[in-house]
């Protein structure tokens, strides 16, 4: 058993870190074995069974791969597995991603909402900003027009006298 302040050091360590630890002979100590023990998966501890399989017993919290997902048995008897009895088609297992698929759902409609309201916000600033062109047009116009009536008048009285 690895001691208490052997194993709270450890940390997990993925493959290839792993294997560097048996490279060019080296002498392994026990807190190398501990991080290789520690990185990997254990089905008693971790109650994770793989791919679901018909003829297997599980028990309530294991854990099993089933139809691109993950399904945790939730009944309180132990269940030998039988053909028709997958964890999709019974209420002895609980879907581990059907809470985040609920919520990755509603945030989905969420966003089309959004998308809707972005849209429509959209198209009443593009409505207001012909409308502001139109409006600066015009104003345009009536100083071009007050300019060169004024210039107009002055050049008139500048003849006309």
């Not at 698929?101 to 198209?123: G, I, S």
Request: include cysteine.
């Amino acid at each position: 058993m690895v001691n208490t302040s052997v194993k709270s050091k450890i940390t997990l360590k993925n493959r290839d870190e792993l294997k560097s630890l048996f490279k060019n002979n080296t002498h392994l100590s026990a807190s190398h074995f501990a991080e290789l023990i520690t990185s990997q998966l254990n089905k008693k501890e971790d109650k994770f069974h793989g791919i679901w399989k018909a003829g297997q017993t599980y028990q309530k919290g294991d854990v099993v791969y089933y139809q691109r997902t993950l399904w945790e048995m939730t009944d309180a008897k132990d269940i030998c597995a039988k053909a028709g009895e997958e964890p999709d088609k019974n209420d002895k297992w609980t879907s581990r991603l059907q809470e985040l698929e609920q919520k990755v759902d509603t945030v989905d409609k969420n966003l089309q909402a959004l998308k809707q309201e972005f849209t429509e916000y959209q198209q009443q600033m593009e409505l207001r900003w012909e409308k502001l062109q139109q409006y600066l047009t015009l104003l345009t116009l009536g100083i071009a027009i007050a300019l060169a009536w004024l210039f107009g008048g002055a050049i008139y009285h500048l003849f006309a006298t």
